[in-house]
């Protein structure tokens, strides 16, 4: 199973980034995406399940970002806008056979399979 994470770089506060994930090796059940800083745990940012499409998304990205997937090509994509100094970090996708409750989807020990992550900076 591999999951290549892209997109990731500088941005100016208030603009937008996309990232994307392309898995391979999986028919995954859920995905998501987490993002890190130094020093911190990793956070979940957004998640969807595939069996019905079910997205949760984290209080501090709503409204900013989504979550889209693309099954014929197997990868997800992270859309982020209106972004702030505080979403930098490293964001990874994560992947997972299981079709998750609600309450797992963000926790990063409902996961077996990480991608490289890549880096974001927000900045001017």
């Known amino acids: 199973v591999q999951l290549q994470a892209s997109g990731g770089g500088l941005v100016q506060p208030g603009g937008s980034r996309r990232l994307s994930c392309a898995v391979s090796?999986?028919?995954?059940?859920?995905i998501a995406w987490f993002r890190q800083v130094p020093g911190k745990e990793r956070e979940g940012a957004l998640g969807i399940r595939r069996q019905d499409r079910k997205t949760v998304t984290a209080d501090s990205v709503k409204g900013r970002f989504t979550i889209s997937r693309d099954d014929a090509k197997n990868t997800v994509t992270l859309q982020m806008n209106a972004l702030q100094p505080e979403d930098t970090a490293v964001y990874y996708c994560?992947?997972?056979?299981?079709?998750?409750?609600?309450?797992?989807?963000?926790?990063?020990?409902?996961?077996?399979?990480w991608g490289q992550g890549t880096l974001v900076t927000v900045s001017s």
């Open positions: 994560a992947t997972t056979s299981r079709n998750w409750i609600v309450s797992a989807i963000l926790q990063p020990e409902s996961y077996e399979y």
């Open positions: 090796g999986l028919n995954y059940g859920t």
